[in-house]
Structure formats: C-alpha cells, structure tokens
C-alpha cells in the first residue's frame, strides 16, 4: 500500500508563493493518479487539482486554476504542488492523495497546513 508525507507548509503573506511535496513510498508511484485536496477550518476537504501517472495532463479547481501548478517526478517519486499569488482564502491543511484517480483514492497523506496572512 502507498504511503505519502506531504511537506512545505507554511506561513506566507499574501500575493506569496509556497511549494508543497508530497513523497510516496510502498508502491509504484507511477501507475497512480496524484492530486491535492485541501480543508479549510469549519470547510469540507475539496478538490485542488490532479495529474495523470506521467505528469502530461492536469486539471484544476477554479479556484487556483492559473495561480496554482502540479508536477510530478516519477523517478524520485514525488509530486509538487507549487501554489503562487497566494490568497488568505488559500488557507487550509493541504492533503495529497493517491489512486485511480482523484474521485477514487486510495491513500491520502498526513496533510500540511498553509496559512496566508493579509
């Protein structure tokens, strides 16, 4: 079974940038789906965006499409989710996650807090 470890989190000011990682081990990363999901305090988890097992294709939630990038490295089996201008709305605990893809995971990380302050 995958596990994942994310890693990045932090505090940043608005309009900054962070860059998350999310390490996986237990598994053959690349015949997994990777995306990332984040919950806001008194929020439910939601969707952030995904990647293919090849890091080719990706998708985004609106709500970052064009502020935030997903990538991945098969060989060191770790996928990114760098996150730009920044908004204090961006605040949440950031999970990655792991599996057919991002409506059927299978393992999810521990999770990363990111917090933006204006």
């Known amino acids: 079974q995958v596990q994942l470890v994310e890693s990045g989190g932090g505090v940043v000011q608005a309009g900054g940038s962070l860059r998350l990682s999310c390490a996986a081990s237990?598994?053959?990363?690349?015949?997994?789906?990777m995306a990332w999901f984040r919950q806001a305090p008194g929020k439910e988890r939601e969707f952030v965006g995904t990647?293919?097992?090849?890091?080719?294709?990706?998708h985004y939630a609106d709500s970052v499409k064009g502020r935030f990038t997903i990538s991945r490295d098969n060989a060191k089996n770790t996928v990114y989710l760098q996150m730009d201008s920044l908004k204090p709305e961006d605040t949440a605990v950031y999970y990655c996650?792991?599996?057919?893809?991002?409506?059927?995971?299978?393992?999810w990380g521990q999770g990363t807090q990111v917090t933006v302050s204006s």
């Open positions: 237990g598994g053959t990363f690349g015949n997994y789906v």
């Open positions: 996650a792991a599996g057919r893809s991002y409506t059927q995971v299978i393992a």
């Open positions: 990647t293919n097992w090849s890091g080719s294709s990706t």
